[in-house]
């Protein structure tokens, strides 16, 4: 009775937690008459469904445009991310020197600044490198928030790996490179794997640079187009941006449930061993 019970319970704490996607995926098939009839069930269709809100996302809106744009901006903001945060961590965790605690404390401190006080310092930074109204402005701008939290977990992933898996790899003729790059990276995968969700998904959802620093409709990305094109004064088309918002969750959605073992492993060994 108590295995039952809790199954019971994990089963109800599910869809509490699936009742908001489950409402927006039957939403953006409803028609306008059914979402303003108070007496209509809004887990259900009343009147028939109909797809002419999603179609009119695809054909009347740049949301492939947005979708382009987030996906490629994501890409070169986990790209930079790893490429400054890995060498950042390895040399934090693993060659000893007097300053790297304060540093590494330093470095997670700055993450915890709002994003609202560097504001006016990032943006003419992107006035001066002539990057306004364009998405390679938050290309610039995402790494300061996603470098310093990355350097975080990826030092506390990197103090679990036993020093002697590289130091046999240096005394088989290995670089330090060379040992960092043939054993240290693939033990530190599921580190890796948290770094790029972390990176990929804060990418995906700020809002407050992607909409100061990016007017174009062309440089938008999803975050910033789909509320804006979506929402025209006090006219929102509620369905299609229900369906905005599914069709960007489902796929990330899937991609994270195929790494959450390594994610988790990830996240709580960064946290535990930093």
């Known amino acids: 009775m108590r295995r039952l019970a809790l199954y019971a319970a994990a089963v109800l704490c599910a869809l509490l ?9 039957i939403t953006m098939f409803k ?3 059914d979402l303003v009839d108070t007496t209509h069930n809004p887990f259900w269709f009343d009147p028939a469904p109909t797809a002419d809100h999603v179609r009119y996302l695809f054909t009347d809106t740049a949301y492939l445009t947005f979708v382009w744009n987030t996906l490629w ?3 070169l903001v986990v790209l930079i991310t790893l490429a400054f945060a890995l060498p950042a961590a390895y040399a934090l965790a693993r060659l000893e020197r007097p300053w790297a605690g304060w540093m590494a404390v330093t470095i997670f401190m700055i993450y915890l600044i709002p994003p609202s006080l560097l504001f006016l310092s990032l943006s003419r930074m992107v006035v001066a490198l002539g990057l306004q109204d364009s998405t390679w402005s938050l290309v610039l701008v995402y790494p300061t928030m996603t470098i310093p939290v990355s350097v975080w977990l990826l030092m506390g992933f990197l103090k679990a790996i036993p020093k002697d898996v590289e130091e046999q790899a240096m005394v088989d003729g290995h670089s330090r490179l060379g040992a960092f790059v043939r054993t240290v990276i693939p033990l530190a995968f599921p580190g ?3 770094v790029v969700v972390f990176a990929f998904t804060l ?3 700020e809002f407050i640079y992607a909409l100061a620093f990016v007017s174009p409709t062309a440089e938008k990305v999803v975050s910033t187009g789909v509320p804006t094109e979506l929402i025209r004064g006090d006219v929102f088309y509620w369905q299609s941006l229900q369906a905005a918002s599914v ?3 489902v796929p990330i959605a899937l991609v994270f449930n195929l ?3 390594r994610f988790i492993t990830g996240f709580t060994m960064g946290a535990v061993k930093a």
């Open 31 to 33: 028609l306008n008459r």
């Open 73 to 75: 901006v994501g890409g």
């Open 203 to 205: 990418t995906a959802s």
């Open 247 to 249: 069709l960007v969750a």
């Open 17 to 25: 937690c699936a009742g908001p996607f489950l409402w927006s995926m």
């Open 259 to 261: 790494f959450l073992d």
């Open 192 to 194: 890796i794997v948290a």
